[in-house]
């Protein structure tokens, strides 16, 4: 059973900072490109910021690049997103995402559940 489990979402001030994990169990999760992307309320959902399967190339959004970094820890099948210097406008619910592509089929693409980030004072 494919599972994406987020957290260490919560309630931070403008200027602090969170870090998000999202744990992953039931594929091959080295094989996949892991992403970030979140969704504030009477908003569509927007990429945050990705990491590839091979090389570990990353890349982010305009609106949080130097503040946000993605990591990942294959041997702990764990996606991380290191968020800084925080702004209310990033309040929103964070949901992690896995893709794998192959020119032999279907793609497979896992969402979790969502956590909350509420960036207020």
């Known amino acids: 059973q494919v599972q994406l489990v987020e957290s260490g979402g919560g309630l931070v001030q403008p200027g602090g900072s969170l870090r998000l994990s999202c744990a992953a169990s039931?594929?091959?999760?080295?094989?996949?490109?892991m992403k970030w992307y979140r969704q504030a309320p009477g908003k569509e959902r927007e990429l945050v910021a990705g990491?590839?399967?091979?090389?570990?190339?990353?890349n982010y959004a305009d609106s949080v690049k130097g503040r946000v970094f993605i990591s990942r820890d294959n041997a702990k099948n764990t996606v991380y997103l290191q968020m800084n210097s925080l702004k209310p406008e990033d309040t929103a619910v964070y949901y992690c995402n896995a893709l794998f592509t192959t020119p032999y089929g279907a793609p497979s693409n896992y969402w979790g559940q969502g956590t909350q980030v509420t960036v207020s004072s």
């Open positions: 990491i590839t399967s091979v090389g570990g190339y990353t």
């Open positions: 039931g594929f091959t999760f080295r094989n996949y490109e």
